[in-house]
Every structure is written in structure tokens, then in C-alpha cells.
């Protein structure tokens, strides 16, 4: 089955500055790659979304990159704000499920400081 | 709209006590998930559901049922309730047709059993 790894655990930055979360995946078929924010006592959100025929995509100040050869990918966060702190996940669906499920990474804990 | 609503919030149970989490969308979506939400191991599929009438066991659904009493509701039963279920429980929802569904998450039932 899937097994989606993703690091760091936690990642701390100060404002302005960048951030990388990185993920890795083992089903080759996945074709579909979202990263979810989670914030203190609430229900994750889906922030940027990636299919597996593009290489980039960005939306403002978040882009996520997508190397299917080497089977990872990255969220990209620039000129950081406080209000960026929180948990992010990365996900992908395996082919097992019919690409209907998502397997989730363990999650990165940002903390950006002013 | 209100998305998807869980109750209850929070919950203590004593070891061995049964409960029901209650899960509701009104975004006339098909398919429904639970997941539990445990510390350094991100979210993990529980129990999913296609469609009305139809469930299928996810990553971790032992000491778990669910029903889909119909489109909108998708109920998660502890039948007698173990410390190893201490968890945040999330449930969520997507689309109807199509692989590139993104997953709208409630705000999560916290769950202590002691």
C-alpha cells in the first residue's frame, strides 16, 4: 500500500523568512497531491493541490513542486507570517482504493515568529 | 452552509462504556471518512463510505463500526471503549464523482477514555 513519509516533524522560522516541507510517496500510480493546514482546534483545510501532470503550481505565497520520477513533493511557503503557524499535511491517494482514499504524511508543526 | 458538523466536542468515557460520534454534511456530498488524529502520526483512516448504503474499513477499524444512516449522516460507534482509542476524531466529506476531490473536515471530537 501507500506509505506517504514526510519531514521535518517541526519546522521553525522567523517572519519573512521561507519554508520547505518535503514529502515522499511509494505508490508510483498516485496521481493527485494535496497539502492540508490544520490550525490549534480545528479541522485540517486543503491549502494547494497538485495533479500528477504538472510540475509546479503556485497560489500567492504558497507553490508546491512535483518530481514524479523521484516520487516526492514539496510545499513552499515564502515571506512567512505568523498566522502561517500551524500543522501542515501532505497526502496522496493510492491506486488500491481506487484513488478515492488518502494516505496522509505524520504532519510538519510550523512556528513562524515575529 | 455549514459544512460538516460533529457532536460532540469533547468526551470522557470510562473504560469498556459505549458511544456513538455523530457526524452530519450538508454539501449533498457522496462520500464520507472517519479518521483518528493521534500525536506524531497524523491523520489515519478509520472506517469510509462511497455512497449511502455502502462503508468500508480503512487503516485502523478495529474496535469500530459506522453507519451511514443516509446521504447526509455518518455515525462512528465505540462499542466498549479501550484507553488505546484516546484520540481526536475527525470526520470529513468530498465530492461525488471524479478522482481530484478535495476533503472538507469537521472541527473534530476530542475523546478521552480513561
Known amino acids: 500500500g501507500e506509505n506517504v513519509e514526510q519531514h521535518p516533524s517541526t519546522l521553525s522560522v522567523q517572519e519573512g523568512d521561507s519554508a520547505v516541507i518535503k514529502c515522499t510517496y511509494s505508490?508510483?500510480?498516485?496521481?493527485?497531491f494535496p497539502w492540508y493546514k490544520q490550525e490549534l482546534g480545528k479541522g485540517p483545510q486543503l491549502i494547494i493541490d497538485?495533479?500528477?501532470?504538472?510540475g509546479e503550481k503556485k497560489d500567492q505565497r504558497i507553490a508546491v513542486t512535483l518530481n514524479k520520477t523521484a516520487k516526492h513533493f514539496s510545499l513552499h511557503i515564502t515571506e512567512t507570517q505568523p498566522e502561517d503557524s500551524a500543522v501542515y499535511f501532505c497526502a496522496a491517494p493510492p491506486e488500491s482504493t481506487g484513488f478515492q482514499k488518502l494516505v496522509f504524511g505524520t504532519g510538519t508543526r510550523l512556528l513562524v515568529s515575529p | 452552509n455549514a459544512g460538516v458538523t460533529q457532536t460532540p466536542k469533547f468526551q470522557v468515557l470510562k473504560t469498556g462504556q459505549s458511544m456513538t460520534l455523530q457526524c452530519a454534511q450538508d454539501?449533498?456530498?457522496?462520500?464520507m471518512y472517519w479518521y483518528r488524529q493521534d500525536p506524531g502520526m497524523g491523520l489515519r483512516l478509520i472506517y469510509y463510505s462511497a455512497s449511502e448504503g455502502t462503508t468500508d474499513k480503512g487503516e485502523v477499524p478495529n474496535g469500530y463500526n459506522v453507519s451511514r444512516l443516509n446521504k447526509r449522516e455518518f455515525s462512528l460507534r465505540l462499542e466498549s471503549a479501550a484507553p488505546s482509542q484516546t484520540s481526536v476524531y475527525f470526520c470529513?466529506?468530498?465530492?461525488?464523482?471524479?478522482?481530484?476531490?478535495?476533503?472538507?473536515f469537521g472541527p473534530g471530537t476530542r475523546l478521552t477514555v480513561l
Open positions: 505508490d508510483s500510480a498516485s496521481n493527485y
Open positions: 497538485i495533479r500528477s501532470n504538472v
Open positions: 470529513a466529506s468530498s465530492g461525488s464523482s471524479g478522482v481530484y476531490n478535495e476533503q472538507f
Open positions: 454539501m449533498n456530498h457522496n462520500s
